[in-house]
């Protein structure tokens, strides 16, 4: 059995169908990633799997416990860092943490233990005393990472939890999460508009779209899945047909002037290809990221700055000029 399963779980609000029949299997000590633009249905999904939302229809259990029939014992085993901060500001780190330790049962004699060991885990030792009003973002966003965990619940749930945070924090808080899901053995189910960093965190990931998952595999398989590598070329009127033909061409988009081939090994491939283009202006190569399996699954780009998220478009290409040689 795994350690969270739903079946058919949907949640309906008036006419806007915001979760529909999700199935999910996610096993033990597991980092899940659900992938999707605003309003795709992610922090419906972790409400309900937390008991705060009450599902329409439809089931699913952790730790063998059904959300419906036994929701206090799904508590239990469950932490949230939820998508808005909730954090007790008048309060310092550690109050806010011996709060949360005393709400969820933390039997006294290991209480001060524990959360000096999350202290630790997340560098708020030194902190610890000084009210959480004074933290800066990225401080507080660790302080709830290891509230979260303090009552060791099998299974923790971070929606968007670097949402808004600057490159850098965001990258010493995805650190985090991967160092407690291994020392702590716990399933993580996190959200995030940023794909790049999902894809470098996440064992598995599922996108969802309109409250329906529309792929789920480990990041390599969903990039694998995209057929190869693109090229894209800017060039007056592009052979379209031709290109299509070529064997290892696997698709062909024509936007205008630019036109994008997915192919295989574009590395062998591309002195033919450009062969039978004239007039290429500029020709870019790269390997396909999740925003690209993003956008090929539903048309749309994640979030419209993107580009900014997934470091600089043109710091990870290949760029290839007809009179200059290729350059990584
Ligand atoms: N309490 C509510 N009443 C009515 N509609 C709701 C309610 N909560 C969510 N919705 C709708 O359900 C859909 C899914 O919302 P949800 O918050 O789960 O999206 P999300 O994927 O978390 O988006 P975001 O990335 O913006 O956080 C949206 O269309 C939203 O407007
Ligand atoms: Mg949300």
Redesign the pocket.
């Known amino acids: 059995m795994s350690l969270i399963e739903t079946k058919a779980l949907t949640k309906t ?2 006419r ?1 169908q ?1 979760v529909r029949s999700l199935d999910l299997h996610i096993e033990k000590g597991e980092i899940f990633g659900l992938l ?10 972790i409400g309900m799997l937390c008991t705060i939302i009450r599902p329409t229809s439809g089931s699913a259990s952790i730790a063998g416990y059904d959300i419906i029939k036994n929701p206090a014992d799904v508590r239990r085993h469950v932490g949230i860092v939820f ?1 808005d901060p909730t954090l007790d500001t008048v309060l310092t780190g550690h109050e806010n943490l011996e709060l949360h330790a005393r709400l969820y049962g933390v039997p006294a004699a290991h209480r001060e233990n524990r959360i000096r060991e999350m202290l630790q885990l997340v560098d708020l030792t030194d902190r610890r005393n000084d009210l959480t009003r004074t933290y800066s973002g990225g401080m507080r966003r660790r302080l709830e990472l290891a509230r979260g965990l303090l009552h060791r619940p099998a299974a923790l749930f971070l929606d ?1 939890p670097t949402l808004g945070l600057d490159p850098q924090t965001r990258e010493r808080i995805w650190d985090y999460i991967k160092k407690m899901a291994q020392k702590e053995q716990t399933t993580v189910v996190l ?1 995030t ?1 940023y794909m790049e960093e999902a894809e470098r965190v996440c064992d598995r990931v599922g996108i969802i779209d309109h ?1 329906q998952i529309i792929a789920l595999n480990a990041p390599d398989n969903l990039k694998e899945s995209m057929g190869g590598d693109l090229v894209i070329i800017r060039a007056k009127e592009p052979p379209v047909q031709k290109i299509k033909a070529l064997p290892y061409v696997t698709e062909v988009k024509l936007d205008e002037n630019t036109i994008e081939i997915t192919m295989k090994d574009a590395h062998l491939h591309l002195a033919e290809l450009l062969s039978i283009i004239s007039d290429v202006e500029c020709v870019e190569i790269r390997v396909p990221t999740l925003s690209d399996v993003f956008i090929r699954l539903t048309g749309r780009d994640i979030r419209e700055d993107s580009a900014e998220d997934s470091g600089s478009w043109i710091d990870s290409v290949a760029r290839y000029r007809p009179e200059g040689e290729l350059k990584r």
């Open positions: 609000y008036g806007i915001a999707g633009p605003n309003g795709a249905g992610k922090t419906t999904t998508q968007e959200t508009h409250g």
